[in-house]
Each structure stands twice: as structure tokens, then as C-alpha cells.
Nanobody, 122 residues
């Protein structure tokens, strides 16, 4: 069983930045594909970014503004969000796929965090 705990959400003005963190339990974190997803009210959950080794995969809507990274020594994955827009407002979820590759759909991910709210005001 893998537990994921997100933090770092909050309220920020448009153009601002936030950094989300997700700490994972487990001794083989370096073998996990990690993803960030988000869900806005009334909308389906959507892929934001994912990472397996060192390079990230991004949704077109966040490319160039968001950066995903990981620190295997700390069992942590980060999402640095810059130039935030009101349309980035959502609950952001961290997800893990042990010993697998990053996918942009949510169904293949085995473990999920509880989510952290990000609100961007205009």
C-alpha cells in the first residue's frame, strides 16, 4: 500500500506561483511513475504532468508554466506552478503507478492522494 500526502495549495492572484508537494510512503519510490491531475468543479479530472525518471510530460495547457520534479531521497514529487491563471483553479491530486510508466489518463494509477485546493483569483 502506498500513501500519498499533498500540500502547498492555496489562494493566489493571477500571475503568481505555487509549489505543490506530494510525499509518498514506500521504500521503492524511485520506481514509481508519478502524476499530477486536477479537477475543477463540474469537470472531469484531467492530467497535468507526470514524471518517471527525470524528464516530465505535460498537458498542453500548462506547458511552459508548470514544472514537475522529484526528489527520490525524500520520496517527494513537486509541481512548480508559475504564471497561474484563473482557469488553473482546481483540486490538484497526486497519483502513483509503482513500476510503471507515466500515462495521461487517470485510470491506470493505483494510488491517489486526498487532493489540495488551488484557487487563482483574477
Amino acid at each position: 500500500q502506498v500513501q500519498l500526502v499533498e500540500s502547498g495549495g492555496g489562494l493566489v492572484q493571477a500571475g503568481g506561483s505555487l509549489r505543490l508537494s506530494c510525499v509518498a510512503s514506500g521504500r521503492t519510490f524511485s520506481n514509481y511513475a508519478m502524476g499530477w491531475f486536477r479537477q475543477a468543479p463540474g469537470k472531469e479530472r484531467q492530467f497535468v504532468a507526470g514524471i518517471r525518471w527525470s524528464s516530465g510530460l505535460y498537458a498542453d495547457s500548462v506547458k511552459g508554466r508548470f514544472t514537475i520534479s522529484r526528489d527520490n531521497a525524500k520520496n517527494t514529487v513537486y509541481l512548480q506552478m508559475n504564471s497561474l491563471k484563473p482557469e488553473d483553479t482546481a483540486v490538484y491530486y497526486c497519483a502513483a503507478r509503482p513500476r510503471q510508466w507515466v500515462t495521461t489518463t487517470d485510470a491506470p494509477y493505483d494510488y491517489w492522494g486526498q487532493g489540495t485546493q488551488v484557487t487563482v483569483s483574477s
